[in-house]
Each structure stands twice: as structure tokens, then as C-alpha cells.
């Protein structure tokens, strides 16, 4: 089967099920566990990495994560997980649209 046809089904799926529309577009889903842990699944890759800064591609967003000791604790094709002191995440749009 090709790819449009799993993104069809899965579509299907999640309006059967009502899920959150997100899953069937691909979107990323974020964990902010305490101010310690974070994850998140269908990441792009990631940007950006410091001890005070990571930047993380979600496809049609950029994903900040902000604070102290940031480590990067696991990452797979589909998950990444980040801990330390986290104070701040924020969502950036990218601006894909020509004036």
C-alpha cells in the first residue's frame, strides 16, 4: 500500500474513533512531565541543542524547549526525550505562505 492510502486510513481512524484531528495530520505530541521530563513523538529532528536551549523541528513548527542542565536523555526516529530544568517551551510557526 502506499503512503497515501496508510494517511487515508488512518484519517479514517481517527474520525471513527474521535481522536484528536492532530494524529491524523502527522502533528507532533508533547509530554511536559513536572518541570523535570519532556517528550515528544514524530519530531523532525533536532535544531538545536545546549544546555539552556533545544530547538526541535516538528514538521510545520519549531519546538523550544528552555532551561538548565537540558540533556538529551533518549531519541529514536519517532521520540525524543529530553530532561533537566525545564522552564519553558514554546511553539514557533513557520511561515510557509509568500506574500
Not at 51 to 62: A, K, Q, Y
Request: charged share 25%; aromatic share 4%.
Amino acid at each position: 500500500m502506499g503512503r497515501g492510502v496508510w494517511n487515508r486510513m488512518g484519517a479514517e481512524a481517527v474520525d471513527r474513533l474521535d481522536l484528536p484531528v492532530e494524529l491524523a495530520h502527522g502533528m507532533p505530541q508533547m509530554e511536559l512531565m513536572g518541570q523535570r521530563q519532556f517528550l515528544m513523538a514524530r519530531h523532525k529532528g533536532v535544531l538545536s541543542y545546549s544546555t539552556e536551549l533545544v530547538e526541535i523541528s516538528g514538521g510545520e513548527l519549531i519546538v523550544r524547549v528552555c532551561g538548565r542542565e537540558l540533556q538529551l536523555l533518549a531519541m529514536t526516529e519517532e521520540e525524543l526525550r529530553l530532561g533537566g530544568q525545564i522552564e519553558k517551551v514554546e511553539l514557533v510557526g513557520l511561515c510557509t505562505e509568500k506574500l
